[in-house]
């Protein structure tokens, strides 16, 4: 759960950086994650380039936009063969939101962060996923 935006991921780059943040989530599942803002299950933000292989987003909500994934900021999201079930936003779009600087398009670049079959979820127990400003399980601010 996020207070801002990404309830399980947040990904951003700085501009003044010759280099963007890049990750790639292969075979990963995104459950019932929660954003106060954007991207419920992630937010992709200032030119980070985000690439999702074979992924599952279900039961993800944000109360802007993106109820999964937001994408902003001349950022870019690359989806591939990625399933998305019920996810909702209480405004805005409910599986992907994307300003009109950023793009979300179907090819894959290579990335040097790479995370395999991971489980992204917020089940409300004792060990719950959290963040005060941004990515409630994992965060790629720039370096």
């Given at each position: 759960r996020s207070e801002?935006?990404?309830?399980?991921?947040?990904?951003?780059?700085?501009?003044?950086?010759?280099?963007?943040?890049?990750a790639t989530f292969l075979r990963c599942e995104f459950l019932g994650n929660t954003a106060a803002k954007l991207g419920g299950a992630g937010a992709n933000d200032d030119a980070s380039i985000i690439t999702m292989d074979q992924c599952r987003f279900e039961g993800n909500r944000a109360g802007l936009g993106g109820g999964a994934l937001a994408n902003q900021r001349r950022a870019e999201l690359l989806l591939k063969s990625c399933v998305f079930r019920q996810n909702a936003s209480d405004r805005g779009e409910p599986d992907v939101a994307a300003d009109e600087t950023a793009r979300v398009r179907r090819e894959q670049p290579s990335s040097p962060r790479r995370l395999h079959q991971v489980v992204f979820s917020d089940r409300r127990g004792g060990g719950r996923n959290a963040a005060q400003r941004a990515g409630g399980c994992l965060a790629f601010p720039w370096s």
């Open positions: 801002r935006h990404g309830g399980g991921f947040y990904a951003a780059s700085r501009a003044s950086q010759l280099e963007n943040t890049r």
